[in-house]
């Protein structure tokens, strides 16, 4: 599926009004779903297309002070499979995927933290996908024998997932949106994976309101 597909498929999804409605209706606190401000009813969930998930990504202008970024990529071609194979499951109303990274400046570059955020057409098909993600993630991490440890993450997103081990994993959920936030290679000492992930989930608040998270 092409960019103009996509585009054409969410047309009757959700307009950018409705997304920062419901963008609006979260819970800051990380759990419940978002309803409208009157009368308690549910609101259309953030669904993103490829041009969006470009914006949303932390990118070379957003990393943060210490960090050096790239620049963000959507998959147009392969998403679907890549869906798929990262979170082994059926990846019902997949829309489109895109990651970014960030690495310190004062690294090697042996080591970064990875930004990959998925899009679907509902909250039940991001649900699905963050379900089968995280339980992957948490095989994977516990093969052989190795310790991990749940990670108490704050970001404001309506699900949360995290915890560390050799590597640090954090699985969020935000309307119809997967974020993935994950440690790649050697990262010396201790990470601000809390503010790493705050930073992420900002940037998609921002984007939701059609408000450019760089500026």
């Not at 401000?37 to 953030?46: F, S």
């Not at 997949?94 to 042996?110: E, K, L, M, R, Y």
Request: glycine share 14%; with cysteine.
């Amino acid at each position: 599926m092409n960019e103009v597909d996509v585009l054409k498929a969410l047309r009757g999804i959700a307009a950018g009004t409705a997304m920062a409605a419901a963008l609006t209706a979260c819970g800051s606190s990380g759990g419940g779903s978002a309803t409208g401000a009157t009368g308690g009813q549910p609101t259309a969930p953030i669904v993103f297309a490829p041009d969006q998930i470009r914006t949303a990504l932390v990118s070379k202008a957003g990393a943060p002070k210490g960090w050096k970024g790239s620049e963000p990529k959507v998959d147009l071609d392969n998403g679907m499979r890549t869906c798929e194979e990262d979170t082994k499951s059926s990846c019902g109303g997949f829309v489109a995927v895109g990651w970014s990274h960030i690495s310190p400046t004062n690294g090697d570059g042996s080591g970064r933290v990875e930004f990959h955020l998925y899009s679907f057409r509902s909250s039940d098909d991001a649900k699905a996908a963050m379900k089968g993600l995280a339980a992957e993630e948490r095989r994977s991490a516990g093969a052989n024998g190795v310790e991990i440890k749940q990670l108490q993450i704050s970001a404001g997103a309506d699900e949360t997932d995290a915890f560390t081990g050799q590597r640090t994993r954090i699985m969020m959920r935000v309307g119809g949106l997967v974020v993935f936030v994950k440690s790649q290679g050697s990262l010396s000492g201790e990470q601000p994976y809390g503010d790493l992930a705050k930073l992420q989930i900002g940037r998609i608040k921002k984007t939701a309101e059609r408000k450019n998270p760089d500026a």
